[in-house]
């Protein structure tokens, strides 16, 4: 077992998807709405599919700044995009999707996907997920 550096605590109260969630340090302190898509009202709040992609965009990064040091490489002007989808499965369950898209400057497409796959394996997002929900990573090189 992983002895954890670090803890997060968050507690969820109400509804669920139409309720509140609150960090422990009181950080995060947020409303949650039902998007539309999902039969909610949608409106000016979060949700827990955009707290997902949030975490994950920010952990990859992490993780492709640190597969850049290990490669001995320059990601450039880097940014990485974390798109989270919820819909049914075959057997009518409700299961996650990601997409990850980092974009990197600078670099040949080749390096990019290098790099790209060894922080997929680096993420503690990445490891959890592995094999559990479909996630799809790309790498998008700009000049």
């Known amino acids: 077992m ?34 539309k898509e999902l039969g909610g009202p949608g409106g000016e709040h979060t949700n827990p599919e955009q707290l997902f992609a949030a975490g994950y965009a920010a952990c990859f990064h992490s993780a492709l700044k640190a597969a850049a040091r290990q490669l ?31 974009r990197l400057s600078g670099m040949e497409q080749g390096k990019a996907d290098e790099l790209v796959a060894e922080a997929h394996q680096l993420c503690p997002y990445s490891s959890a997920t592995r094999g559990n929900i479909e996630v799809k990573v ?5 000049d």
């Open 2 to 35: 992983v002895q954890a550096l670090y803890t997060a605590e968050a507690v969820a109260r109400g509804e669920g998807r139409d309720g509140e969630v609150t960090s422990s340090d009181g950080i995060i302190d947020e409303t949650l709405t039902t998007p």
């Open 138 to 142: 790309t790498a998008t090189t700009t």
């Open 72 to 102: 001995k490489t320059d990601p450039g002007d880097s940014q990485v995009t974390a798109r989270v989808g919820i819909g049914k499965n075959d057997l009518g369950k409700f299961e996650l999707t990601v997409e990850l898209e980092a």
